[in-house]
């Protein structure tokens, strides 16, 4: 489901920031939905995500029981091994449920 393009300049290190500020799945606990942010930054090597493969893929998890901590730590992973960039980092930060709220931070750097 997630689609790339061709980095132009995989000579060059720079950052590339997107961020979704509706995501939404569901609590496994309780069934209702959980709101976020997600935040990605990575530096590409040879490839870059194709930004409505991403809206599309990340819509899957809406009706989604999945823990905070999962969900951020797979998504990573699939856009970790579809890539392969340089550094990635997920920001995802949770909108408060009973006064708690909850961001989960994960990163994936490329070994040489």
Request: charge should be neutral; hydrophobic fraction near 40%.
């Amino acid at each position: 489901m997630l689609e790339t393009f061709a980095n132009l300049y995989p000579h060059r290190d720079y950052l590339i920031e997107i961020v979704c500020p509706e995501f939404t799945s569901v609590c496994p606990k309780t069934g209702q939905p959980d709101f976020g942010t997600l935040t990605f930054q990575y530096i590409p090597d040879l490839l870059c995500v194709e930004l409505k493969s991403l809206k599309l893929y990340l819509q899957q998890f809406r009706n989604e029981g999945i823990f905070y901590e999962n969900v951020t730590n797979r998504i990573l992973d699939d856009l970790a091994v579809l890539l392969q960039p340089r550094w990635i980092k997920l920001t995802a930060s949770f909108t408060p449920r009973g006064g708690i709220t909850t961001s989960v931070i994960v990163e994936w750097k490329k070994t040489s």
